[in-house]
C-alpha cells in the first residue's frame, strides 16, 4: 500500500540503519526488527511495477504464510470462544456458550473477511443475544441463509435438528482424534455433558474415553 517514494526512504532506512528527523540534516542510528504483513501477493505487485524489487528481497528474510480462515476450520470454534468471551466481558452481557446448530453455522461459512470477519460477527452475537447461549438467530441472516444451502440432505430428505447436532458432534470428534476432553472444550460443554449426548445419539460405545 506504500508509495513508491516511501518504499525508497523505507528501503534506505533498512540499508544503512538510520533515520532523519524532519527538517533535520543529523543522521540518528536505529537498532530495529522489522514485521511486516500484507494481504497482496508482493512478486505480483513487483512484476507490476507498485513494489520495488530490492526492498521486496530486504524484506523476505523470514516469510510466514498465514492461510485464510476458510482453510483452517478447526480454528473457528476455538477463535469463536475467544471472541465470544471477549466482547461478553467488555459489554458485561451474560453469554458464555454457542449452541450446536449455531456453531455448525459459523462452520459452514468460508469468512471472505478473514479473521476480523468473525469476530465481527461474534461481536454482533453478542449483542442481540438474548440467552446465555448464543443461537442461530443472533447470527447474520447471511450466515444462516449460507447454512440452509449447505445442509446435506438425508434420503432425499432435510435433516433435522437432532440429526444436524449429532452429526456436528461425531465432527468434532473425528478432528479432535477422539479426544473427549478437547472436543468438550470446542463445543463449549464440560465432559458430563458431552458423555450425555453420546449416550443419547448412541454413540458412547463407539468412541475411546
Known amino acids: 500500500e506504500m508509495s513508491l517514494g516511501m518504499q525508497v526512504k523505507l528501503l534506505r532506512v533498512i540499508q544503512e540503519r538510520e533515520v532523519l528527523s524532519l527538517g533535520s540534516t543529523q543522521a540518528i542510528p536505529v537498532d530495529i526488527r522489522l514485521i511486516t504483513a500484507t494481504h497482496r501477493n508482493l512478486l505480483d505487485e513487483v512484476t507490476a511495477g507498485r513494489f520495488r524489487q530490492d526492498l521486496y528481497y530486504r524484506l523476505d ?3 510466514l504464510h498465514l492461510p485464510p480462515l476458510a482453510e483452517r ?3 473457528i470454534p476455538l477463535l469463536a470462544f475467544y471472541f465470544l468471551r471477549k466482547h461478553a466481558t467488555r459489554m458485561a452481557r451474560a453469554v458464555d456458550d454457542i449452541d450446536s446448530t449455531a456453531m455448525a453455522t459459523l462452520l459452514d461459512y468460508d469468512y471472505p473477511g478473514n479473521i476480523r470477519e468473525l469476530e465481527n460477527i461474534m461481536e454482533r452475537a453478542v449483542t442481540l443475544a438474548q440467552e446465555e447461549q448464543l443461537t442461530v438467530a443472533s447470527l ?19 435433516p433435522t ?13 473425528d478432528r479432535s482424534g477422539q479426544n473427549r476432553t478437547q472436543a468438550a472444550k470446542i463445543l463449549g460443554i464440560d465432559r458430563v455433558s458431552l458423555w450425555r449426548k453420546l449416550k443419547k445419539y448412541g ?7
Request: glycine residues 4%.
Open 140 to 158: 447474520p441472516p447471511a450466515l444462516v441463509e449460507n447454512a440452509v444451502h449447505v445442509v446435506r440432505e438425508k434420503a432425499g430428505r432435510l
Open 161 to 173: 435438528l437432532v440429526e444436524r447436532e449429532a452429526d456436528y458432534i461425531r465432527y468434532v470428534l
Open 203 to 209: 454413540m458412547e460405545e463407539s468412541l475411546h474415553t
Open 61 to 63: 528474510v523470514v516469510g
Open 73 to 75: 476450520r478447526d480454528d
